[in-house]
């Protein structure tokens, strides 16, 4: 296999990262197999979300979460409760 030197001067990049023949046409395939893997991770995940159920208990209590909400949020009550982390 020739070898073939480019000048500093001309823009180039760099071909398969240098990986040598064959190999360098199992960098698609590989591709391939990676993302068919990711595809499925992302589906078993949206099967999951999609089997919850909602929450019966979300809208009940309002004084007691409006409370909580005024209380913890803009007040930050449960951080200076210990304000050494903090700093």
Not at 13 to 19: C, E, L, Q
Not at 34 to 46: D, H, L, M
Request: hydrophobic share 50%; net charge positive; with cysteine.
């Amino acid at each position: 296999m020739e070898v073939v030197t480019v000048p500093a001067t001309v823009a180039q990049r760099v071909m398969y990262w240098h990986i040598e023949s064959p190999y360098k046409f199992m960098i698609y395939p590989l591709m391939v197999v990676a993302t068919a893997i990711f595809a499925y991770g992302v589906y078993r995940k949206c099967k999951y979300w999609m089997a919850a159920q909602p929450d019966k208990t979300r809208f009940n209590n309002w004084f007691a979460r409006i409370k909580l909400f005024i209380w913890d949020t803009p007040l930050q009550a449960r951080v200076l409760k210990d304000p050494l982390p903090g700093l």
